[in-house]
């Protein structure tokens, strides 16, 4: 299929936070020309784009190429019908979808949406996550609802809202060290910085556009992950202006970042079972992963995989390796995953030759015991 698959960028954030306002911002630049904003009800959000060319059918039609439409039923249904209008013309080129989520959503089941649909698969990909975060009630909204923590753990770009107003700067340096607890590996932005424009929100997958070339360590956040996983113990716990962080900041601890690494080739069916071990036991509490995988069957061309909960995105072989490091390097972000759980099990099978590997039989009837759980 020409053009295909459609970058997605999901852009979600806590009632409040400014996601309307961003995506008006963002309409006006010519590099979102052809992009498809996809929104909950045109009554609850104003595109305040002055340019409407035409509107029929929940889509409306603007000038430069842009589409906006509602979400009618399904989600799935809504990107099959932009698919159609592609394919049958009505729709000259479509370079990107923009989702734009509900406050209260929790982002995982849209991300599954995209990646989980046999056809839609092929048609689109995911490109990122963009959470928007309010500066001024961040920080009580993380304290009181879980679905904003995992808005933000399973984000690839965090961008901070209504910084301005914030009086006291501690208090907003403080919220800027949480929102990196959570989700290490995301970049955190200025909703106000000149940079924080279509460049830097979107084209966050695996490949660099400009570059057209793989760049493995920005997509999986691996220096980040890896520095939040020696120094993770070191934030827990401690009393931040005089209430109990550990207390107060409850959802915080429930989410982890788990940064594996393992030198030189893995046997595919060891990757298989770890895989399926994990989302078949903790499915609902991995809320996204990714990773890069020097395979023993041909180490030269590395699988590429990306999950969200229990959805595998199909797996993808890459040409060559696009730069020096091989081996295998996961990236996982969980919420209430048992402690050591998935290290434990990640070395069941990375450290044993594949002549050792245990029974999947087995396995599946005592999951927990190769975990030593």
Sequence with gaps: MNGFPIPVSVLTGFLGAGKTTLLNRLLKDPALADTAVIINEFGEVAIDHLLVEQASDGIIQLSDGCLCCTVRGELVDTLADLVDRLQ???????????????????????????MAHPALVQAFRLDGVITLVDAVNGDATLDAHVEAVKQVAV???????????????????????????????????????????????????????????????????????????????????????GHEHGHAHRHDQRVKTHSLVHDGPVPFSAIEMFLDLLRSTHGERLLRMKGVIELQEDPSRPLVVHGVQKILHPPVRLPSWPDGQRG??????????????????????T??????????????NNPLAIAGL
């Excluded at 793989?214 to 996983?229: C, K, P």
């Excluded at 450290?351 to 590997?357: A, L, Y």
């Design 88 to 114: 049958t013309g009505r729709i000259a080129r479509l370079a990107r979808v923009i989702l734009e989520t509900t406050g209260l959503a929790d982002p995982a089941p849209v991300l599954q949406s995209i």
């Design 155 to 241: 984000a690839d770009r965090i961008v901070l809202s209504k910084a301005d107003l914030v009086t006291d700067r501690d208090d907003l340096e403080t919220l800027r060290a949480r929102l990196r607890q959570i989700n290490p590996g995301a970049q955190l932005l200025d909703v106000g910085e000149t940079k924080t424009g279509v460049a830097a929100l979107f084209d966050c997958g695996l490949y660099n556009p400009a570059t057209k070339s793989a760049d493995v360590q920005r997509w999986l956040g691996e220096e980040a992950a890896h520095d939040h996983d020696h120094h993770d113990h070191e934030g827990h716990g401690h009393d931040h202006g």
């Design 328 to 349: 295998t390097r996961l990236v996982l972000i969980t919420l209430d995953m048992p402690e050591d759980y998935v290290r434990r099990l990640f070395a069941a099978f």
């Design 351 to 364: 450290n044993r030759p594949s002549v050792d590997m245990p029974d999947r039989a087995a396995l599946e």
